[in-house]
């Protein structure tokens, strides 16, 4: 007789995706959280270091898109906090532990937006980053997830060209702009990198997450293909990526690339970079001055089901 996990497992071979009612092992129910509740709180914190160029940018249609492009994250952290509650987490816990500096959220979005040509960088890279991540969750094992990130993706890929659109107006416009392209690119690149998480070696969740197939590819994977796709970009915006190691290698038919500084990328997770003091901050204060909205919308929902029992 086979056991409950080698059913799932074939479950999984056979690429039949795992719903909410169906037996699970705990630990890919905790896996899952883990996860997802990390990318929804990217999506929310994500929100901020781009938020602080609403009231700057430089024109109308680049204000309206970039509102856009911000309230589509913040949709995603909702979607994403759903498909966590269907696992059994509960939403207030998982904002109290983002609020508390408790939960993990991507590294990227500790790092300061200092000029216009930021934006353009974050779109061109930080989106472009997430969607090599999220086209593999698109096919994750857990259907919730998976269905999630099919929207998801249709609208990073709009928030990437975004990017790569200011990123090409500048590099095409006076000195001054392509200067200042290339400056963020040269603050953008490696952060941007890490995004993909820890080398294969040091990476303590891909294997079973592999198995399991909630990761489709690795880390290092995902961040070959980003580099290999990247250098391509920046040679059309005629800008230079900030790394002399950066060479085509005919035999792997990949670009070679230099060492990450890894101990840049763990300050920054354990609450060291930039900006993750102002960040938190920033959150909790959100939080607190919307509170009056959570009691009103909570207080009209109690009214309409009064009515409705009333009614009943
Ligand atoms: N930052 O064993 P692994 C976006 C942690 S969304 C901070 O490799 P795993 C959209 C990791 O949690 C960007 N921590 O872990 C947007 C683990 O710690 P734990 C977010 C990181 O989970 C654009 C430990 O290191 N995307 O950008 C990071 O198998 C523009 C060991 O690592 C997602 O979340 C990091 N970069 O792989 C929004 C996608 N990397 O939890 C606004 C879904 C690793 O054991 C503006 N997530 N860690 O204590 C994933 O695919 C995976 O979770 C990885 C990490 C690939 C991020």
């Known amino acids: 007789m086979r056991t409950q996990e080698e059913i799932f497992q074939a479950k999984i071979d056979a690429e039949i995706k795992i ?20 990318h ?34 913040a949709g995603h952290g909702l979607y994403l906090y759903s ?24 590294s990227i979005f500790n790092y300061p937006t200092l000029t216009w040509a930021d934006i353009g960088a974050i779109g061109w ?11 593999m969750l698109c096919r994750t094992s857990y259907g919730p997830y998976a269905r999630a990130m099919v929207r998801i993706c249709k609208e990073e890929s709009f928030h990437q060209r975004q990017g790569y659109e200011i990123m090409l107006t500048l590099a095409n416009g006076t000195p001054e702009q392509k200067e200042m392209a290339q400056d963020a690119l040269n603050r953008w690149w490696w952060p941007s990198l890490m995004m993909f998480g820890p080398s294969d070696k040091e990476s303590t969740n891909t294997a079973q997450s592999v198995k399991w197939k909630i990761k489709r590819k690795t880390n290092d994977e995902l961040r070959q293909q980003f580099v290999d796709i990247s250098v391509e970009q920046a040679e059309f915006l005629d800008l230079k990526i900030p790394d002399p190691q950066l060479k085509w290698n005919k035999k ?58 009333k009614a009943a």
Not at 19 to 38: F, G, N, V
Not at 48 to 66: D, Q, S
Not at 286 to 302: H, K, L, N, P, Q
């Open 252 to 309: 792997t038919n990949h670009y070679d690339f230099g060492p990450i500084d890894w101990d840049e990328f763990w300050s920054v997770v354990k609450g060291n970079g930039p900006c993750n003091k102002q960040r938190l901050k920033d959150r909790n204060k959100a939080y607190d001055e919307g509170t009056w909205v959570r009691e009103a919308a909570m207080a009209y929902a109690e009214k309409q089901d009064a009515k409705k029992e």
């Open 40 to 73: 929804a709180h990217s999506e929310i914190v994500g929100m901020l270091p781009e938020g602080n160029w609403l009231t700057r940018a430089p024109n109308l249609r680049r204000k309206v898109a970039l509102l856009a492009k911000v309230q589509d994250e």
């Open 19 to 38: 719903e909410p009612k169906d037996w699970m092992p705990e630990k890919y129910r905790k896996t899952l959280i883990r996860q997802i509740s990390q």
């Open 83 to 106: 498909a966590a509650e269907t696992l059994g987490a509960e939403r207030d816990q998982l904002t109290r532990d983002l609020l508390s500096g408790k939960a993990k959220y991507s």
């Open 125 to 135: 890279l930080v989106d472009g980053a997430a969607i090599m991540n999220q086209v």
